[in-house]
């Protein structure tokens, strides 16, 4: 009798650290899955890590959400300070002066009818400080694209803030 109650109190114990740990099916999932068409040896994680060291991320984090037509997305954001932000031309640095980050934001769609996850839109948002925001998303592979690209290559590309940017914020 002593020896069920324990080994019933130890499945407890372990379904509860299982729970507190916050294990996620759906990060784990993209965390540790492929992009084949970029690599078949590294890992979506190893990949993202890597990279955001290079392109300078104060901060980094991986969080899941649902679209209001219920599809499923896992997104890594990757936030730089405003010194880490290039500008082409000198017109742009009056903008980048008012910058107070801007973020990278990697979206993968996750398939409702198996363990698979696609690459959804790639989106840069820019934080200005007067708290008013601008998002430009990826909607087609164009030069948002070359973002993922060059995670895989392990190349950074650097964060260029246009007067689209701050003339376009809200």
Not at 108 to 123: E, H, Q, W, Y
Request: hydrophobic fraction near 35%.
């Amino acid at each position: 009798m002593i020896l069920k109650t324990t080994t019933y109190r130890m499945l407890l114990l372990t379904i509860a650290l299982i729970t507190l740990t916050g294990c996620d099916g759906d990060i784990d999932r993209v965390k540790d899955g492929f992009m084949p068409m970029y690599s078949k040896s590294l890992t979506v994680d190893q990949a993202l890590s890597s990279w955001s060291n290079k392109e300078g991320c104060t901060n980094t984090s991986w969080n899941k959400y649902t679209s209001d037509r219920g599809e499923k997305f896992v997104q890594f954001t990757c936030e730089i300070d405003q010194k880490n932000v290039e500008v082409i031309n000198q017109e742009d640095q009056v903008f980048k002066n008012d910058l107070r980050n801007a973020k990278i934001i990697f979206n993968f769609v996750l398939s409702a009818s198996d363990k698979s996850f696609t690459k959804g839109p790639i989106m840069l948002e820019y934080t200005f400080k007067d708290n008013k925001k601008y998002t430009e998303q990826d909607h087609s592979d164009n030069i948002m694209e070359s973002y993922l690209a060059g995670a895989y290559a392990d190349r950074a590309r650097a964060v260029i803030i246009y007067s689209r940017a701050y003339n376009n914020r809200k």
